[in-house]
């Protein structure tokens, strides 16, 4: 919210994953802290990861109510209430905290997040500062979530989680990803299924052969990869090789021919050399993908990456990001022109009325623009693409 409007409880959920956010999540929080200046009656609660790993910043910022734990958001009204300070540090966290919803604000498609923490410790990365130890919703409640939303109309459902491939290793032997999802996909009221962010060593063959057969997975992937550097992978201590990344990925696009496929890349790694650069460069040149999400490498306190010699100037990290949007771009409209020419059946779930189209993203992770009179919000529709408009395609319905 913007702190206009006067409140009785300002609720602010931090984020701690750049030096930006960290900016943003003390500047929302002295917002919030010169509106409770005008009505000393309202409660500030500050949560999130920003709050998890620097607590005592948060109290020195000023006069904040409540800072609540990763693990407990789902407590927070019976904090406020019996005026509860208790506060978990990452290495308490144990259970996954439970958060149920009959609503996605604003939202079309429903977000059901079924897995939390990570202990890999990739050099760059405060998640598990933040989030703790892997944590996994058992199926039970996860299908209970995902039924609840589809009795409400929910009918595209986006399954998330800190390291979604690490789901089900705390749980008892058996229960993964590849045991989840054809229950869910079994779901009455269930039409599209897609998966957030996966680790590429988690595309197993046995799960890529899970993922084959079903019939309402969306035909979109994205998948972390950083650097298409070696020597860089090593030194950030990610668990694959660039040879061993063309095979998994390969594997996955054998199965799924027209899958459009995301790349996480983090641009100004410690040691990112022009030539280092170039070798990333030239990786995703000759990679099957279809866009990239690229992020500036940002120091943060507390990792190794932190104090690595040879931080790369903040001017060199902005051309980086400048080539690699370049080829992103150039992807993502080679990928466009393959799906007309190949006129690839796309689906999706309306999401609303933009000018004089309905609009929402596919099955394939492309924005869709349909002229048609009697559509409605909210509607899963099969169409077939015509032309490249703006962001995205014209579409028509199948016949």
């Known amino acids: 919210m913007d ?9 602010i959920n931090t984020c701690s994953v750049t030096s ?8 929302a929080i002295r917002k919030a802290l010169q509106a409770k200046a005008e009505n000393p009656a309202a409660k500030i609660i500050v949560t999130g990861c920003y709050s998890q790993i620097n607590p005592s910043s948060i109290r020195e910022l000023g006069e904040v109510d409540l800072i609540v734990d ?15 300070h208790s506060f978990q540090t990452v290495d308490q966290f144990s259970e996954f905290d439970d958060m149920d919803t009959f609503t996605m604000f604003e939202h ?7 897995q939390d923490g990570c202990d890999f410790f990739c050099a760059y990365c405060t998640v598990p500062l933040g989030r703790g130890k892997p944590r996994s919703r058992t199926p039970e409640k996860v299908i209970e979530q995902i039924r609840t939303l589809a009795d409400r109309g929910y009918r595209e459902f986006v399954l998330g989680g800190v390291n979604l491939g690490l789901y089900g290793r705390d749980l008892p032997s058996g229960q993964n990803l590849e045991n989840l999802l054809p229950v869910i996909e079994a779901l009455s009221g269930v039409k599209l299924i897609r998966l957030s962010s996966l680790e590429p060593q988690f595309l197993t063959a046995s799960l890529i052969q899970v993922l ?15 650097s298409g550097s070696d020597q860089l992978l090593i030194s950030m201590k990610r668990h694959y090789s660039t040879s061993r990344f063309s095979e998994i990925t390969a594997s996955l696009m054998a199965a799924f021919p027209d899958a459009a496929l995301g790349l996480d890349i983090i641009a100004g790694l410690p040691g990112e050399t022009d030539r280092l650069f170039q070798e990333t460069m030239d990786f995703l040149q000759d990679l099957k993908f279809t866009y990239l999400h690229v992020f500036p490498y940002s120091i943060r306190p507390g990792t190794l990456a932190a ?16 080539r690699l949007l370049e080829l992103s771009s150039r992807k993502k409209e080679t990928y466009l022109k393959q799906l007309i020419a190949d006129q690839t ?41 015509e032309k490249i408009l703006d962001d995205g395609l014209e579409v028509r319905l199948c016949d």
């Open 307 to 322: 104090g690595m010699p040879d931080q790369v100037n903040g001017n060199t990290v902005n051309l980086h990001i400048s």
């Open 70 to 84: 990763n693990n407990s958001k789902s407590s927070i009204f019976s904090k406020i209430t019996t005026n509860d």
């Open 108 to 114: 079309t498609r429903a977000f059901i997040k079924i």
């Open 345 to 385: 059946a796309i689906t999706g779930i309306v999401e609303g009325r933009e000018k004089d189209y309905w609009t929402g993203v596919s099955d394939h992770y492309i924005r869709f623009y349909l002229q048609e009179a009697g559509c409605l919000k909210g509607s899963y529709v099969r169409l077939k693409p």
């Open 3 to 11: 702190f206009i409007q006067p409140a009785d409880v300002y609720l």
């Open 20 to 27: 930006r956010t960290d900016y943003k999540s003390r500047n």
């Open 212 to 226: 084959a057969g079903m019939q309402k997975l969306a035909r979109h992937f994205h998948i972390p990869l950083q």
